[in-house]
């Protein structure tokens, strides 16, 4: 079992930065991908970004590539999202995901979500 509080969302101005984190409680957490993902008004959850337990893999959405930079410290069980260069198209609740299977995270099927975070770029 592994159970999710995101944390860091706000109102920031285009161009501006912001650091969202996802917190894990749970034994095996380390040994877990994860991934973020987030949802604007009217629109489905979309993916965002994704990061292996081993922190030797990652993957990104093409509308964040390079903008966006996902991290984690099992030490710490906390995985990071940073986010550059933000646009009003970013404006989505953020949520993180939790898996042991890689694929599964990055379809969106993972069983272990956080409650999300605001996010919102004024233009």
């Known amino acids: 079992q592994v159970r999710l509080v995101e944390s860091g969302g706000g109102l920031v101005q285009a161009g501006g930065s912001l650091r969202l984190s996802c917190a894990a409680s749970g034994r095996t957490f380390n040994r877990y991908a994860v991934g973020w993902f987030r949802q604007a008004p009217g629109k489905e959850r979309a993916f965002v970004a994704a990061?292996?337990?081993?922190?030797?893999?990652?993957y990104y959405a093409d509308s964040v590539k390079g903008r966006f930079t996902i991290s984690r410290d099992n030490a710490k069980n906390t995985v990071y999202l940073q986010m550059n260069s933000l646009k009003p198209e970013d404006t989505a609740v953020y949520y993180c995901?939790?898996?042991?299977?890689?694929?599964?995270?990055?379809?969106?099927?993972?069983?272990?979500w956080g409650q999300g975070t605001q996010v919102t770029v004024s233009s």
């Open positions: 990061i292996s337990w081993s922190v030797g893999r990652t």
């Open positions: 995901a939790a898996d042991d299977s890689w694929n599964t995270i990055v379809a969106g099927r993972s069983d272990y």
